[in-house]
């Protein structure tokens, strides 16, 4: 049988370079203008643009079928009933077009519902805030919405007893949005004069660019432990597909705190 104990050790190298990339802000380009800094905000965006559309062909296909059974009854409707009916089409469209218009969150619902809510909330609230921003701090707002949607992803199926989820909660529903509303209250005219030894614009990037670390660290804190998992499943199909020899490889492999499964029922593969 192949040994696949080098595409094992493979793939956990490039997942812990994975990690360090993110660790380093990720490999992003900034957002343009207009475009979701995130998943989670996009889906939101999305889910606005499809009711529109839903709502647009109901009135539609309302106003061309009252019009087909008004033409029924009246044998007809002419020409200016079938230009009332064009230009309440018209109506139709420019109204539900516009609404429903995606909702800006409150601060105060940063915080609450679950992991993918919170995330989506949170994105949606930063691309908001972006333009009021100076440059560098518009590019951090980018890379958060990134880190957001990994640290997202790495809270689905924690609930919310968990420590890892009332630190993130605090994080993402207050701290970040604090900074950012802290800046905004400063007059505009007063964010580039130095107080302090510095300007509050040189404070709100050194604060998001410790804010976006922090969101980084706890992603990467929860992702070590899939990649303790990933490792010891694979040692493990090492194990019982491939001998004892791989066995010895799992032996040699570091202490990471995780508990090791129980090998002495399995029998070990017979050679032929």
């Not at 889910?47 to 044998?75: C, H």
């Not at 604060?207 to 499943?233: H, N, P, Y």
């Not at 199909?237 to 129980?262: F, I, K, N, Q, S």
Request: with cysteine; aromatic share 6%.
């Amino acid at each position: 049988m192949p040994d696949t104990t080098r595409e094992s050790d493979a793939i956990l190298r490039a997942a812990k370079q994975s990690l360090a990339v993110q660790r380093e802000g990720g490999t992003h380009r900034p957002a343009p203008r207009g475009q979701s800094i995130g998943k989670g905000s996009a889906e939101l965006k999305l889910k606005s643009l499809l009711t529109k559309v839903r709502n647009i062909a109901l009135a539609i296909f309302a106003i061309w079928l009252g019009a087909g059974i008004a033409g029924a009854m009246f044998s007809g409707i002419g020409f200016w009933g079938l230009m009332a009916v064009i230009v309440a089409t018209c109506v139709a469209v420019g109204v539900f077009s516009s609404f429903p218009k995606v909702k800006v969150p409150k601060r105060a619902e940063l915080k609450q519902g679950n992991p993918h809510q919170m995330v989506a909330r949170t994105e949606l609230w930063l691309e908001a805030q972006r333009p009021a921003l100076p440059p560098p701090a518009q590019a951090l707002v980018d890379q958060l919405g990134v880190q957001l949607d990994a640290l997202g992803l790495q809270l689905k199926g924690l609930g919310d007893n968990e420590p890892a989820m009332a630190e993130v909660r605090e994080l993402v529903g207050e701290y970040i949005p604090e900074t950012i509303d802290n800046y905004r209250k400063i007059p505009q005219h007063l964010r580039t004069e130095e107080y302090a030894g510095k300007t509050a614009d040189a404070r709100l990037v050194e604060s998001l660019t410790k804010l976006s670390g922090e969101v980084d660290r706890v992603t990467r804190r929860l992702a070590e432990g899939a990649l303790d998992d990933l490792a010891i499943k694979s040692r493990y199909l090492e194990y019982r597909y491939g001998g004892a020899e791989a066995l010895e490889d799992m032996r040699e492999m570091p202490d990471t705190g995780v508990p090791l499964p129980d090998f002495s029922a399995i029998p070990l593969k017979q050679e032929r």
